[in-house]
C-alpha cells in the first residue's frame, strides 16, 4: 500500500506533423509544451478511490470494494486485488 503522497507530472505535447504516420511507422515531428498534467496518488484508509479534475469540474468516488467486483478479463484472465 502507498504511505505517502506520490506526486508525478508530464508535459504536454503537440505533434506538428505525422499524427497518424506514427502508426504505420513513419516520422512525426512533436515539441514539448511549457504546460504540464499533473497526478497525486494519496492513500486514504476510507475504501474509496475517488477522481478530481477541478480545470473541468469532475469530480468522482467509487468504493474499492465495487471496483473489485468489476470484469477483469480485458488483463487477461488476471485478477488484481487491491489491498488497503
Same mark, same amino acid.
Given at each position: 500500500m502507498? &504511505?505517502? %503522497?506520490?506526486?508525478? &507530472?508530464? /508535459?504536454?505535447?503537440?505533434? $506538428?506533423?505525422?499524427?497518424?504516420?506514427?502508426?504505420?511507422?513513419? %516520422?512525426?515531428?512533436?515539441?514539448? =509544451?511549457?504546460l504540464? !498534467?499533473? =497526478? #497525486?496518488?494519496? /492513500?486514504?484508509?476510507?475504501?474509496?478511490?475517488?477522481?478530481? $479534475? /477541478?480545470?473541468?469540474?469532475?469530480?468522482?468516488?467509487?468504493?474499492?470494494?465495487?471496483?473489485? =467486483?468489476?470484469?477483469?478479463?480485458?488483463?487477461?484472465? #488476471? #485478477? #488484481? !486485488?487491491?489491498?488497503?
Open positions: 502507498l &504511505s505517502e %503522497v506520490l506526486l508525478v &507530472s508530464s /508535459p504536454g505535447k503537440v505533434i $506538428l506533423h505525422g499524427e497518424h504516420a506514427v502508426v504505420h511507422g513513419k %516520422v512525426a515531428l512533436a515539441v514539448a =509544451l511549457n504540464r !498534467t499533473f =497526478l #497525486r496518488l494519496q /492513500p486514504h484508509s476510507n475504501g474509496k478511490v475517488s477522481l478530481n $479534475l /477541478p480545470n473541468i469540474g469532475v469530480r468522482q468516488v467509487w468504493d474499492v470494494a465495487r471496483l473489485q =467486483l468489476l470484469d477483469t478479463s480485458f488483463m487477461g484472465g #488476471r #485478477r #488484481r !486485488t487491491w489491498s488497503s
